[in-house]
């Protein structure tokens, strides 16, 4: 994994993990905490469960048109990590791997980190033509924070 081609960042709440967790299981609230404000609708899985599992997304950045996504779950260790890559429908994932891990820090505080890596990008064509990541830091942050509010209030 190349640092250079990675952003991660991590929060620490006393929110409860496996509420954090349970809430990102379900495709439906990824629109509802996106910081980027790029996610619109949602087709497939009600509940992410498993490795393999896939969920479809659409996406449209302020810059160009509407597309349609299918995330694969590529990680799913409850209340410790669910991560995804994102392919065009009937394609493989172009490399870029989301990914959520929670942990609990000294003070027995919940750590979230949220990662997206574009590490595994190997076509040129589809690097020249995108800055990475597509989403910055400060919207990662908002996600968070707001994964932070609307799985609290459903304790």
């Known amino acids: 994994m190349d640092p250079a081609k990675r952003l991660s ?3 620490v709440t006393d ?23 790029t996610l619109h609708a949602l087709t497939g899985t ?3 469960t498993k490795v393999g599992d896939v969920f ?9 048109p509407a ?11 409850p209340d410790v990590e669910i991560a995804w890559m994102p392919a065009r429908p009937g394609e493989a994932p172009i490399g870029v791997r989301w990914d959520w891990q929670f942990d ?3 003070k ?18 589809y690097l020249a033509s995108r800055t990475l990541p597509r989403v910055s830091e400060h919207q990662m942050r908002r996600s968070v924070a707001t994964l932070i509010t609307h799985a609290s209030s459903k304790s």
């Not at 496996?18 to 980027?36: K, Q, W």
């Not at 027995?108 to 040129?124: G, L």
Request: net charge negative.
């Open 104 to 106: 609990v820090g000294p």
């Open 46 to 48: 009600a509940r992410i």
């Open 9 to 11: 960042i991590t929060v």
């Open 15 to 37: 929110a409860a993990i496996p509420l954090l967790f349970d809430f990102l299981t379900y495709p439906a609230n990824h629109v509802r905490i996106d910081g980027s404000r």
């Open 108 to 125: 027995r505080e919940t750590q979230i980190t949220q990662t997206c890596d574009w590490s595994r990008v190997t076509d040129e064509a």
């Open 56 to 64: 479809g997304m659409k996406v449209e950045f302020p810059d160009g």
């Open 67 to 77: 597309y349609e996504v299918v995330n694969h779950v590529v990680a799913f260790t």
